[in-house]
């Protein structure tokens, strides 16, 4: 196992089969400087217009199209001192008779305290002043290359993963992506301080991170992401509109409680009482959906 610092210098707006920056082994470690959702880096330098520009792509040894990258977040380190959100709900969450209602979209600061571990909102109307929370770093967008040669936007997201946004994508979770191109080509960025389910102002607190992943081929199949965290194993559809989104989950839910053993009437019980859905992101071109399971109802093989 070898640990690999990946400084790049070319960022892409689009998850596709771009020429590898980086050739890593499976198993290897990367740790890499992200630059926030509009381009900016560390120093409050432009790098690279938005939407999300990806670092990447890094290919690892030995992944061909079936196969399985295994993604596991090691750590999460914010490397800049201010994040930034919309001010305002997105339209398409509200009820439209209430759209007019909405402030304007104005781009808002968080400070970030990497000692204290806090993110709070400057100039906050007095009603929230000094609104404050925990440090909860996520990756907003990361995937592989999508398959038959597409490049799909970073806006978005679909089978390969992309813009997801889904919180519990952080330090300590592991997330699983369908290889569709030989190497994978695996693309990182987007980067939140914090995010609420749904990403419903359009952005999370957008900042800057060193990111730090541990990298693995596996040889077996999947259809649509997967993830898990200490506590719980999910997997995530990206549709619009949003119940195709959960029907892609649950489909790749059920396949995955299969490898565990249980046909679909046992998958049926399980989940019919014990799923939890969580909703990552209602904002971008394809919604996101989580299918939820905490690991306590999963049979011990």
Same mark, same amino acid.
């Given at each position: ?15 596709? *089969? ?11 470690? $990367?740790? *890499? ?47 800049? @001192?201010?994040?930034?959100?919309? @001010? =305002? ?24 305290? /990497?000692?204290?571990?806090?993110? *709070? ?10 609104? !404050? ?23 978005? !997201? ?16 592991v997330a699983y992506f369908p290889v569709a191109t030989p190497g994978a080509l695996f693309f990182l960025g ?10 419903? $102002? ?8 060193? $990111?730090?992943v541990r990298l693995t081929v596996e040889k077996r199949g999947i259809v649509w992401p997967r993830g898990e965290?200490? /506590? ?6 990206? =549709? /619009? ?26 998958? !049926? ?18 919604? *996101? ?13």
């Amino acid at each position: 196992m070898t640990t690999h610092r990946f400084e790049p210098t070319v960022w892409y707006n689009t998850l596709g *089969t771009h020429p590898a920056a980086l050739t890593v082994q499976s198993g290897d470690i $990367v740790v *890499t400087e992200t630059i926030d959702a509009n381009g900016w880096d560390k120093s409050d330098v432009k790098r690279m217009q938005g939407p999300n520009p990806m670092n990447g792509p890094i290919a690892i040894v030995d992944a061909m199209p079936g196969d399985t990258l295994k993604v596991e977040i090691l750590a999460m380190t914010p490397i800049r @001192a201010t994040g930034w959100t919309r @001010a =305002a709900l997105a339209e398409n969450v509200v009820d439209p008779t209430f759209v007019m209602e909405l402030p304007p979209r104005d781009r808002s600061t968080w400070r970030i305290d /990497r000692n204290a571990l806090t993110v *709070t909102l400057e100039n906050a109307p007095a009603s929230i002043a000094n609104l !404050s929370f925990p440090l909860a770093p996520m990756i907003g967008c990361f995937g592989v290359a999508p398959a038959l040669g597409q490049a799909i936007s970073t806006a978005t !997201s679909a089978e390969h993963g992309g813009n997801m946004d889904y919180r519990r994508f952080g330090p300590g979770s592991v997330a699983y992506f369908p290889v569709a191109t030989p190497g994978a080509l695996f693309f990182l960025g987007d980067c939140h301080a914090i995010q609420g389910d749904g990403e419903i $102002v359009g952005t999370g607190v957008e900042t800057c991170f060193e $990111v730090t992943v541990r990298l693995t081929v596996e040889k077996r199949g999947i259809v649509w992401p997967r993830g898990e965290t200490e /506590r719980d194993i999910f997997t995530i559809g990206n =549709a /619009r509109p949003l119940d195709q989104a959960l029907q892609h989950a649950t489909t790749e839910m059920v396949r995955w409680l299969a490898e565990f053993g249980l046909d679909t009437l046992a998958a !049926s019980h399980l989940l019919g009482q014990a799923v939890r859905y969580d909703i990552g992101n209602v904002y971008d071109p394809a919604y *996101t959906v989580a299918c939820r399971l905490n690991k306590q109802w999963l049979p011990k093989l």
